[in-house]
């Protein structure tokens, strides 16, 4: 299948800024630095700037030859209170009312102080990365789960533009060693003190890392682990994680660095707790290719769930629809002035054949070419519209409303739920010291990002898993670099 486009471009973007910021490859047996950040995503990048910041000399491994991580194919969303972009517009919000819609998903389960950690610092950090040359829209939205707009999304597509903003930074940072096609192995300690990694190069060559002042593991979750999102995820909730389930995450978000933790003392906490993401491509499970989600429909024609609900009601609500698929319907006025996620036209998609869009000047030809009933189509477009206009709630709860479905084109694409998020992993204080059971800190040792445990409980607020990895991830390389020996 063709890859979109301008994904492509901005991954061989990513490449090439990798290059630029001086990555290389391991070559010497032991290598000997201050401190040593594992994972080159988004946390473990923001982890790299925020210790050169303090003056640390920093290493940043990466196993694969590329930075970015899942932040790349993220949606390129962070909610935050109280931004520029809010105040301009007159939208009044607080840190507060996010920390309390970061909860309330959770099933207040999510730990309170990790809470309002992310939610204290979300716009600082939004503001420290825009300081870096990242741009976010002027508008806001109204992100999944959130009760006020406050959902900033990148100019460029989907988590492109974070990295780039990442690594052109970190090309002018003289205190910055990158170590590409290198993987973390074990953690090596002096007594209970975390002092070092064992890795291995390209080339299957063995690798000594040592750090004096810190050790940061930000290698990410397990939800492309198939074998690991069934020991530790299958259950009532999620009867079946098997191969069957796409992942809309990265093939190399393995939860390696999730027990080399554990290996030297760290408790894993929400291990069973994982993320199905409704709105992933059916034999992907890639999210770029999103336009609208503005109304779903199941293969009878008919609403079965609220739209603006929690992520994990409406993923069980779909799997549990015939042939667990469902349409997203939506109409728009001109569909060259309709984006994706990875910021592609609707119209090169239609044009291209791409990802199963289907389009109609009328519902009739829409529910035709979808394999609906026609008429029950059209009374659910009726009432859906009705619902809009009044600004209700409605049957199945749905309190916020966006567009009409009412032409001149209507559009409809097919989804189908995915593993997107584990929320499970190593337990954290707020200054993401790894933490025993007993809640004794690991010396040496710091942990950010999607490898960490008990910031979204049972259920992830959208957009809130890049909040989580910069804020921490920012905490993290600021914290190791402060480390008093």
């Excluded at 209507?410 to 204080?429: E, L």
């Excluded at 445990?453 to 909040?467: E, F, K, S, Y």
Aim: hydrophobic residues 40%; proline residues 3%.
């Amino acid at each position: 299948m063709k890859r979109l486009l301008s994904i492509l471009l901005s991954l061989t973007l990513v490449f090439s800024l990798s290059a630029a910021a001086g990555a290389e490859t391991a070559e010497a047996s032991v290598v000997q630095t201050q401190v040593l950040v594992i994972g080159g995503g988004g946390a473990g990048i923001s982890a790299a700037i925020a210790a050169a910041e303090q003056g640390a000399q920093v290493l940043l491994l990466e196993k694969l030859g590329y930075l970015g991580g899942a932040t790349i194919i993220s949606g390129g969303k962070i909610p935050a209170a109280n931004s520029k972009q809010q105040q301009e517009k007159g939208i009044e919000d607080s840190v507060e009312a996010l920390a309390r819609d970061i909860l309330r998903p959770s099933n207040y389960s999510a730990r309170q102080e990790l809470v309002y950690t992310v939610a204290e610092n979300a716009t600082p950090v939004a503001e420290w990365l825009e300081s870096m040359g990242m741009e976010f829209n002027d508008f806001v939205t109204l992100g999944g789960g959130s009760l006020y707009p406050r959902t900033h999304g990148a100019t460029t597509p989907n988590g492109t533009g974070y990295i780039k903003a990442f690594t052109n930074t970190l090309a002018d940072r003289e205190n910055v060693q990158i170590l590409m096609d290198t993987t973390g192995k074990s953690l090596i300690t002096d007594g209970d003190k975390v002092v070092g990694v064992n890795a291995t190069g390209r080339d299957g060559n063995a690798v000594t890392l040592m750090a004096n002042k810190g050790v940061i593991i930000a290698t990410g979750g397990f939800a492309g682990n198939v074998e690991l999102r069934q020991k530790y995820c299958e259950g009532e909730k999620w009867p079946d994680l098997g191969p069957s389930l796409t992942t809309s995450n990265m093939p190399g978000v393995t939860g390696d660095g999730i027990f080399m933790a554990e290996a030297v003392g760290a408790e894993l906490v929400d291990m069973d707790q994982i993320q199905l993401l409704p709105f992933c491509n059916p034999q992907t499970g890639a999210t770029f290719d999103i336009t609208s989600a503005n109304c779903f429909i199941n293969k009878n024609g008919e609403r079965f769930v609220r739209e603006d609900g929690r992520r994990d009601e409406m993923a069980k609500a779909m799997i549990a629809q015939p042939d667990g698929l469902v349409y997203y319907i939506f109409s728009c006025e001109d569909p060259n002035e309709v984006y994706s996620l990875g910021k592609q036209t609707l119209q090169y998609y239609l044009d291209n054949n791409l990802y199963g869009y289907m389009i109609d000047t009328s519902l009739e030809g829409l529910a035709e070419q979808m394999g609906v009933p026609a008429d029950t189509l059209a009374k659910t477009v009726e009432a859906f519209n009705a619902h809009t206009k009044a600004g209700d709630v409605d049957e199945f709860g749905r309190t916020s409303w966006a567009e009409t479905i009412e032409g001149p084109y209507y559009v409809a694409y097919q989804r189908k739920p995915a593993a997107h998020h584990t929320m499970g992993g190593v337990r954290i204080d707020t200054e993401t010291h790894a933490l025993r059971a007993d809640g004794s800190i690991i010396e040496g040792l710091y942990c950010a990002g999607e490898i960490v445990g008990g910031i979204h409980g049972g259920n992830r607020l959208g957009g809130n898993a890049v909040a989580d990895f910069i804020v921490f991830g920012r905490i993290a390389g600021a914290s190791a670099a402060e480390y008093a020996q």
